[in-house]
């Protein structure tokens, strides 16, 4: 076994692949999107999943100040958008994108899409810690969910 650092704790973490997701937000009408894969479920009953963003991160106000969240599920066709937004500060461009009841942006042709409001906020090490609750969900069966694995997509 080796000491940590940080080289070797990415490293292992590329270990893990995981599904990627894109947390959009609707701030006074300008769309955000974020890419993470720190997307997890949390609890049953209530249901509640988790996601957490970099400290440093350029919209990390945004995100913080907002009430719900879109949760969108990448298909494996959604390769390029996960590119674009996890690029500094993404313009919405021309993604593709319906709006939930509460207005909050939901890409087209996910393989899962949840409207989630925020429940509890945290800060801890170097990330904020977000858990929200989710209020609806939808699934399209057909299609096959973007992997993240050793710093690229399957
Ligand atoms: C596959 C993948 C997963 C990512 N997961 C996260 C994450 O869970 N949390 C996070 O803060 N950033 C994550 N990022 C980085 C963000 O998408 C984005 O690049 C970063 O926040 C920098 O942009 P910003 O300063 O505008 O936020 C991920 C990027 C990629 C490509």
Redesign the pocket.
């Known amino acids: 076994m080796k000491k940590i650092n940080s080289s070797l704790f990415k490293s292992v973490m590329s270990k893990f692949p995981t599904g990627?997701a894109i947390i959009t937000i609707n701030n006074n009408n300008n769309y955000f999107g974020?890419?993470?894969?720190?997307f997890a479920s949390v609890s049953l009953n209530p249901p509640l999943v988790l996601?957490?963003?970099?400290k440093?991160?350029?919209?990390?106000k945004d995100y913080t100040k907002s009430s719900f969240f879109g949760i969108n599920i990448l298909s494996r066709k959604q390769k390029k958008l996960?590119?674009f937004?996890?690029?500094?500060?993404p313009k919405w461009g021309d993604t593709k994108f319906f709006l939930s009841k509460n207005n909050i942006p939901l890409i087209e042709g996910s393989v899962a899409n949840l409207n989630c409001k925020n429940n509890k906020t945290f800060s801890h090490g170097d990330?904020i810690i977000f858990i929200c609750k989710i209020l609806e969900g939808q699934i399209n069966t057909k299609l096959r969910p973007l992997v993240?694995l050793n710093s690229n997509y399957l």
Request: cysteine-free.
């Open positions: 990627v974020k890419t993470v894969n720190s996601f957490s963003l970099e440093q991160s350029s919209s990390l996960s590119i937004f996890s690029k500094l500060k990330h993240y």
